[in-house]
């Protein structure tokens, strides 16, 4: 899949997809979120409240991201697992508070309240959703 047509899929409303990380130890964790944007051709950005995700992602700067739109058969499903590294995870200042205004437009005062960091990925790795090679 070529990044454009990545970027159609993941940017693409309604959508959830799924981020799965890890802590220093090993211990997985994988959580729905719906905030995460593509922002060009390498570059993830999300909002996040204080949870195991985010405590994680301190712990462990690597994650999966998974984008899926249904099909008729399995085969016929689009997406991609999308590998992600933290470049910068910031609780306060510009970047955090232009995110936490998106996701209050998008999703409300609420979501936005929840808000804790906004985090910036470089995206390492992009494999298809079905891989025989997985």
């Known amino acids: 899949m070529d990044r454009n047509e990545l970027i159609a899929i993941f940017n693409k409303r309604p959508r959830i997809g799924t981020l799965s990380t890890a802590n220093a130890k090993g211990e997985v964790n994988v959580a729905v979120f719906g905030s995460p944007q593509m922002v060009d051709e390498n570059t993830v950005v ?32 689009k997406g991609a697992r999308v590998y992600l590294e933290v470049l910068d995870m910031e609780e306060a200042g510009g970047f955090f508070d232009t995110i936490k205004e998106a996701i209050g437009k998008a999703a409300g005062p609420q979501a936005a309240a929840m808000i804790r960091a906004a985090i910036r990925f470089r995206i390492s790795e992009v494999r298809p959703l079905v891989d025989p090679m997985a």
């Not at 949870?51 to 099909?71: H, S």
């Open 46 to 77: 999300m909002g996040i409240g204080r949870n195991r995700t985010m405590l994680n992602l301190k712990e462990n700067p690597k994650a999966v991201f998974i984008v899926m739109e249904p099909g008729k058969t399995l085969l016929d499903w």
